[in-house]
């Protein structure tokens, strides 16, 4: 199983790297990260909705499912055909994706035009946001700010080397564009950002950023 992940994933890698923005699958060390402040969820909160967007072969779903409890919801967004049908073979064969009393959604969809219905304590999303277009970064961002809980934590995910790689290779237009990019990204973190984690248990080594949106005071 682990041989095909890696295998369909670096085959979307090339296909579709507007998607899909490393060679291999997140480690279980970059998952666990991901997913650190739904592992730390007090059993005074009760039944908790979790989001997470662009889940690829399921390196950071695999990490997910066993921390969710009965009554407990997980919307999964992939808007990959492939990665999305790949995934759904998993949830049916291996025992960590197997859950009693949790609604699990797996969705092919993309994630701006997800029909959401509901707001999220947690939102774990591993989508590679310098890829994007800026005016898709602030949409998407805003997007997921806006379903969010208050007091909810949204995660995300960026390479550390890739993107200096990038910037330094690339030509002026793209270094304007991730400079747009980084601008954005920085005007949310400014807002909600409350910690970043370093996961070097990763190709590449990767930043976990940590946003939390505030309760609103009265």
Do not use: C
Request: aromatic share 14%; charged share 15%.
């Amino acid at each position: 199983m682990q041989l095909n992940n890696q295998k369909l994933f670096f085959q979307q890698f090339v296909e579709n790297f507007f998607h899909v923005g490393a060679v291999l699958p997140s480690s279980s060390a970059l998952g666990q990260a991901g997913a650190a402040y739904l592992a730390q969820r007090k059993r005074s909160q009760g039944a908790v909705r979790v989001l997470e967007a662009g889940a690829g072969t399921g390196s950071f779903t695999k990490e997910i499912v066993p921390l969710l409890q009965a009554g407990d919801s997980l919307d999964i967004v992939e808007i990959n055909l492939s990665l999305t049908a790949y995934l759904k073979q998993r949830f049916q064969r291996e025992s960590a994706f197997q859950t009693k009393g949790v609604n699990i959604h797996l969705v092919n969809a993309d994630l701006l035009h997800f029909p959401f219905h509901n707001y999220y304590d947690y939102i774990i999303f591993s989508l590679p946001l310098t890829n994007f277009p800026p005016s898709m970064v602030k949409e998407i961002l805003t997007l997921m700010i806006e379903h969010l809980r208050p007091g909810g934590v949204f995660s995300y995910v960026k390479y550390i080397f890739i993107g200096h790689l990038k910037y330094n290779f690339g030509g002026a237009t793209v270094k304007a564009k991730m400079d747009e990019n980084q601008a954005i990204i920085n005007q949310f973190a400014k807002q909600y950002q409350i910690e970043r984690r370093a996961v070097l248990r990763n190709v590449p080594p990767a930043w976990v950023h940590y946003w939390q949106k505030p309760f609103v005071s009265r």
